[in-house]
């Protein structure tokens, strides 16, 4: 359990940081609905 933990913060983190980059490019960004739908898909709602 303790590797799963590790590896989702991680890739919370590597999402913070692309978002980060999208906000200093101006590109276009993701939608909030559809960025939590896709996590609730993946990761269910816990």
Sequence with gaps: ???KK???KLEIYEKL???EKQ???DTD???AE???K???E???NE
Excluded: N, P, Q
Aim: charged letters at 30%; zero cysteines; hydrophobic letters at 40%.
């Design 1 to 3: 359990m303790h590797r």
């Design 6 to 8: 590790s590896s989702s």
């Design 17 to 19: 940081a692309k978002a």
């Design 23 to 25: 906000l200093e490019s």
């Design 29 to 31: 960004l993701l939608d």
């Design 34 to 36: 559809e960025v939590f």
């Design 38 to 40: 896709g996590l609730r």
């Design 42 to 44: 993946k990761y269910g």
